[in-house]
């Protein structure tokens, strides 16, 4: 089955860091383009991340570029995103989710569980 499992959220000051890990089993997951969402609280799910199954293509949100990077390691089967120069606004839980191909234009199809992500002094 598949199963998508975050790591890596707490309590951060602003402009600290964190990375977030997904560890993936369940699929080839060097086949599938992977995403990272979240949800502030109180808020809707908001897409952060994209990346291609290969890693060779990433995508961001407006509100996150040049601050959050996505990276995959394929031979770990573990996705990260990588959380720099963290705002308060980003307190959120954080949900990893597997597209249904090599590409992020294809749609999601599995989601993980989130791990929670506080930003504040």
């Known amino acids: 089955q598949v199963h998508l499992v975050e790591s890596g959220g707490g309590l951060v000051q602003p402009g600290g860091s964190l990375r977030l890990s997904c560890a993936a089993s369940?699929?080839?997951?060097?086949?599938?383009?992977m995403t990272w969402v979240r949800q502030a609280p109180g808020k809707g799910l908001e897409w952060v991340s994209h990346?291609?199954?290969?890693?060779?293509?990433?995508y961001y949100a407006d509100s996150v570029k040049g601050r959050f990077t996505i990276s995959r390691d394929n031979a770990k089967n573990t996705l990260y995103l990588q959380m720099d120069t963290l705002k308060p606004e980003d307190t959120a839980v954080y949900y990893c989710?597997?597209?249904?191909?090599?590409?992020?234009?294809?749609?999601?199809?599995?989601w993980g569980k989130g791990t929670l992500v506080t930003v504040s002094s």
């Open positions: 989710s597997k597209h249904s191909s090599w590409y992020v234009s294809d749609g999601m199809d599995y």
């Open positions: 990346i291609a199954g290969g890693g060779g293509s990433t």
């Open positions: 369940g699929f080839t997951f060097s086949s599938y383009a």
